[in-house]
């Protein structure tokens, strides 16, 4: 495996979300976002989305290492999302149900005004239909369209279980399926990730109506197309208990808020597991990233879009907690 040169460049996401880009193309790290108020998730290089603060990250050498197989994970089975509709401008969203429990779907455009326009329902939770932002790298990107459980930025979903303590937690059983329709074969014009952007209270009551987690946050990368998570390479290669695959680690801040993002090495697209599985992984191995009387609030899934993006689609998602 070559080397990966790693550059940091400030972001910022709609709540807390601050990724970055790098010439080399590795992923970034994006965090959920909220609605309306630009609150959102931690993205890649180390700003913070919301509030358009950024932090310079270090890269790391990535390493050779025996990535786990056959392991044996699943998740919960999204089910079909019935109604349908338009998202346009920069903060429209939807209270969708499916099975019976909520999710928030929303264009969160936070950091752009450009036009952006995603449909919903139907054969996928979202498709980016319209995406004319065109960022340069070194700043945050134009928003993190997503979809998400728990409550944020005063949206709440119905079901979700949440807020739940991290010591209290049995499975968090999630799945998410996401296309690129053609935006990974097409690097010069397409700069993203698809990533989970999981957020921690400190408040037994959760943060409804913040746009920024008191505790922290948690992100788990499926792919990124030249963008980076925020902080420092901590580890590279890392085999995780019950996940298969390699991850690299990344740690840093974003608004001064711890940030664990755990990246595949690879290109991840379809993926059912326990999601407390990284949780208690970042426990034991990264206590200053992970408190056991922290409350689980928000588990978003989406993109950060800095340009492109036209096509990305969540086929389906689901997250239960238990």
């Known amino acids: 495996m070559s080397n ?16 970055g880009c790098s010439a080399s193309g590795s992923a ?9 108020n630009g609150a959102g998730g931690s993205e890649s290089n180390g700003g913070s989305a919301s ?9 790391g050498a990535a390493v050779s290492v025996a990535c786990n197989g056959n392991v044996q994970t699943s998740g919960c089975t999204p089910g079909q999302m019935t109604q349908t509709g ?21 264009v969160n455009e936070w950091g752009s ?9 139907g054969s996928s939770f979202f498709t980016m239909t319209q995406q004319a932002a065109s960022l ?4 945050a990107p ?3 369209p997503s979809i998400f459980i728990g409550a944020n930025s005063n949206h709440v979903t119905s079901g979700s279980g949440l807020p739940k303590q991290v010591s209290s937690l049995g499975t968090v059983l999630t799945t998410w399926n996401w296309s690129d329709n053609g935006t990974m074969s097409d690097s010069a014009n397409n700069v993203y990730n698809a990533a989970y952007d999981v957020w921690f209270s400190t408040n037994a009551g959760g943060d409804p109506a913040a746009g920024t987690p008191s505790g922290g946050f948690l992100m788990v990368w499926y792919y990124a197309q030249g963008c980076q998570p925020i902080g420092t390479l901590k ?20 608004s001064g808020k711890p940030v664990i993002s755990y990246k595949r090495q690879g290109v991840l697209q379809s993926f059912g597991y326990d999601l407390n599985l990284f949780i208690k992984d970042a426990l034991a191995n990264y206590p200053s990233n992970m408190q056991s009387n922290w409350y689980l609030t928000n588990i978003f899934t989406g993109f950060e879009i800095w340009k492109g993006g036209v096509g990305l689609q969540s086929t389906s998602f689901c997250a239960e907690v238990n």
């Open 136 to 139: 340069g790298v070194s700043g």
């Open 51 to 59: 509030n358009g603060g950024d932090a310079q990250g270090t890269g």
């Open 113 to 121: 005004t450009a036009t952006q326009q995603l449909t919903y329902g």
């Open 86 to 106: 338009t998202l346009n401008g920069r903060y429209e969203n939807f209270n969708a149900s499916v099975g019976g429990k909520g999710y928030f779907i929303q």
């Open 142 to 144: 134009a928003g993190y």
């Open 235 to 254: 580890d590279a290669g890392r085999t995780i208990d019950g996940i298969p695959g390699c991850w690299d680690v990344w740690t840093g801040t974003n």
């Open 4 to 19: 990966v040169v790693t550059v940091f460049i400030g972001a910022s996401l709609f709540a807390l979300l601050s990724s």
């Open 28 to 36: 970034s790290q994006g965090m959920g976002g909220g609605t309306g």
